[in-house]
């Protein structure tokens, strides 16, 4: 390809907006304005965001009234002649999305400047809740519109991203074959190097290191949400926070005077996806569409793992994180962020890795090498990954379809056939435990495979003490246990064997 139509990230803005009081915090379109204005300034070329010829937002849900963001972002910032953009849900793939949307876009000669944001101020939507309805508290990531639906996952408690994950955390442990101290010591060590890397980082919002153990270990300040995970492992969402970046070609950066040390080269970029369902998943200690688009990219851009001098590794939980680091084998002691991770960096819903794109850029320009963003959406859901350098990838050109579906569709196995209603002997697939504010369980769930490998789910009451103790007790897996499906109302009912 022409190398002229190279696609290179030029400006990077990030925004943490804390006023005294919250209720008068920006809005998500004044947080993507504010974040691309800081882009151009970081690109040093005026001009930028007025002749964008597109602008890619990341859909948000901190203020609902505002369906499509784009237009007003692009009037707000004078982008009069872009073509706008809204990402259809609000998932963690859709910055990396909308960095290879655009990338290919501009080097097919299609357009010349990209713009892309998103925001979150889910810290000043809860403080306006609040204060019109007697201190309610809000609670964003359930009351989103696209998760407002009561079925089979919801009655037993699988409303929200932290009530799923758990359910690849445990399942993989028991894979592993890692005792319940052991895979908590791996969460503690990647939470406890995000901390660090965090407190490094001007632009995340919690920036004090925390150790290890007290990662994972419950307390007053640390309390157990969904089993094994604590607060201090599950995405922070009460932030305000916008990001934004800029991309355009080589050539174009060098007509308007852009110093090629801001220059930040683009490679090819590769998405898989699991089924929106997440009971209709083959298993849970894996994920096809995940590793598809990591190997993916290493082979579109003629990368080894050993290639990357940092990489950012989707941490909304640590079971993703944990597969990731798997798939190109990352050292545990390396960091896996060059953020913070959602809990400390921030966990703007769909928006985090705007925030990653934007600190891979500013490490790049200072240390130099190559990096890679692997991003991750809905309930393990959607995953792209995508490589960026300080130098032109030579494997790299555009545009590339980043489209690998049929690939892992083709590395899953057998979905197993959900019996809503089945009663008898059964074997733990996987399973969590929910808790309330105080810490006290609230209610488990387990997701069961019955003799004739069929799929079902079982509640487990708060009161039950026993099976509770016995599911987390971390003394014992859970894991393949054998029980038994009881009859119950309204829901049907677990017992160990």
């Not at 979150?120 to 359930?142: C, M, N, S």
């Not at 007509?255 to 090819?268: S, T």
């Not at 959406?377 to 579906?405: D, L, R």
Request: net charge negative.
């Amino acid at each position: 390809m022409n190398p002229d139509n190279l696609p290179v990230i030029v400006g990077v803005g990030q925004v943490n907006d804390r006023p005294q009081d919250p209720t008068q915090g920006l809005n998500p379109v004044g947080l993507m304005a504010a974040a691309l204005r800081k882009a151009e300034s970081d690109a040093g070329a005026n001009g930028l965001l007025a002749d964008a010829d597109w602008l890619g937002v990341v859909r948000q849900i901190s203020f609902p009234d505002i369906a499509d963001a784009a237009p007003p972002v692009a009037e707000v910032i004078g982008a009069d002649r872009a073509e706008t953009f809204q990402t259809h849900g609000p998932n963690g793939d859709s910055p990396v999305m909308l960095l290879n949307e655009a990338a290919n876009r501009i080097g097919a000669g299609e357009i010349t400047v990209a713009l892309v944001s998103g925001a979150e101020a889910l810290r000043t939507a809860a403080a306006k809740v609040a204060a019109a309805e007697g201190g309610r508290k809000l609670d964003a990531t359930r009351e989103a519109s696209h998760r407002r639906k009561l079925g089979y996952a919801q009655s037993h408690g699988l409303v929200a991203p932290v009530d799923v994950y758990p359910l690849y955390e445990n399942a993989l442990r028991a894979s592993l074959g890692q005792t319940f101290e052991e895979a908590q010591a791996e969460s503690g060590a990647i939470w406890s190097l995000f901390s660090e890397v965090a407190a490094a980082n001007e632009n995340a919002w919690i920036r004090k290191p925390v150790r290890a153990e007290d990662v994972v270990a419950p307390s007053d300040k640390n309390r157990p949400i969904a089993w094994p995970y604590t607060k201090l492992q599950v995405a922070n969402a009460a932030v305000n926070q916008g990001a934004g970046f800029i991309v355009t070609s080589v050539g174009e950066a060098r007509r308007r005077g852009i110093p090629e040390d801001k220059w930040i080269y683009v490679g090819n970029g590769a998405a898989a996806h699991e089924c929106e369902d997440f009971l209709s998943r083959d298993r849970f200690d894996r994920s096809p569409s995940m590793e598809v688009s990591i190997r993916r990219t290493l082979d579109l851009n003629a990368l080894k793992p050993s290639d990357f001098d940092a990489v950012e590794l989707y941490s909304c939980f640590p079971c993703i994180p944990k597969l990731a680091r798997r798939v190109i084998d990352w050292p545990l002691d390396r960091p896996a962020t060059v953020f913070g991770g959602l809990t400390f960096g921030g966990g703007p819903i769909g928006n985090y890795m705007s925030h990653a794109i934007d600190s891979m850029v500013d490490l790049l320009r200072a240390k130099g090498g190559t990096g890679l963003l692997f991003a991750n959406g809905g309930f393990a859901t959607h995953n792209h990954t995508i490589a960026v350098s300080s130098k032109p990838i030579a494997a790299a050109s555009f545009p590339k379809s980043y489209e690998f579906q049929a690939e892992a569709d083709a590395a899953r196995g057998n979905i197993p056939a959900m019996d809503e209603g089945y009663v008898g002997p059964a074997i733990i697939e996987t399973f969590t435990v929910f808790h309330h504010r105080d810490g006290s369980p609230r209610a488990g769930v387990i997701v069961a495979r019955t003799p004739s490998g069929d799929r079902t789910l079982a509640h487990v009451p708060g009161e039950d003490v026993d099976t509770i103790a016995r599911l987390t007790s971390g003394e014992m897996e859970p894991v393949g246990a054998s029980g038994t499906i009881e009859p119950g109302e309204p829901l049907r009912l677990w017992r160990f064997a």
